[in-house]
């Protein structure tokens, strides 16, 4: 069987309730979705999250030191030799 070009697929198992199950499958069906499809999207999109928190949290910590430099998109154009 192949998925989305991609021949063999890992199988991940997750030990929950009576309860997370069915929580997690009321989701994957309001969601439109099946159950793995849906568990796996809402991962990512915390994944996602949490890395866009850090890269806040990192550029704040610069713009306090005073290391974080604004360009103008003029400038930006003239650095990357666009105009």
Do not use: W
């Not at 199988?11 to 009321?26: A, D, G, P, Y």
């Not at 306090?64 to 154009?77: I, L, M, N, W």
């Amino acid at each position: 069987m192949c998925y989305k070009g991609v021949g063999y697929m890992p199988h991940v198992s997750l030990r929950v309730t009576e309860f997370e199950k069915s929580l997690m499958e009321n989701y994957a069906k309001l969601q439109g979705a099946n159950l793995s499809d849906a568990i796996k999207d809402v991962f990512f999109k915390k994944l996602e999250d949490e890395y866009d928190i850090k890269t806040i949290r990192e550029y704040e910590e610069n713009k306090a030191k005073g290391d974080v430099q604004y360009h103008s998109h003029a400038e930006v154009k003239r650095m990357l030799e666009l105009s």
